[in-house]
């Protein structure tokens, strides 16, 4: 079985930075793809950034030059880097992945819990 959990939410004054981390755990053969995503208060849930296995990564234009995904194969996880945040960053943050299990031939797609992210003064 493979979890997904994610660390590093709290509350954070404007203009502040925090790191997210989401680390894959279980019988994996491989992790094809992981995403961030977040849900605003009242909202629906929305891409965030993305990074391949091949190290390409992609962001909504809101995260644009403010936040960083990068990846540590080794440790099987993912991080979100936000600097300058905003309040209207606030949000449930969601690590997403496309993992291919040892007992499966094709990739499943897996969520984690969230971390909750307010950023407040």
């Known amino acids: 079985q493979v979890q997904l959990v994610e660390s590093g939410g709290g509350l954070v004054q404007p203009a502040g930075s925090l790191r997210l981390s989401c680390t894959a755990s279980g019988s994996i053969r491989s992790i094809n793809s992981m995403r961030w995503y977040r849900q605003p208060p009242g909202k629906q849930r929305e891409l965030v950034a993305l990074?391949?296995?091949?190290?390409?990564?992609n962001y909504a234009d809101s995260a644009k030059g403010r936040f960083a995904i990068s990846g540590d194969a080794s440790k099987s996880t993912v991080y979100l880097q936000m600097n300058s945040l905003k309040p209207e960053d606030t949000a449930v943050y969601y690590c997403n992945a496309d993992i291919t299990p040892t007992s499966y031939s094709k990739s499943r797609n897996y969520w984690g819990q969230g971390t909750q992210v307010t950023v407040s003064s």
């Open positions: 990074i391949t296995r091949g190290g390409t990564t």
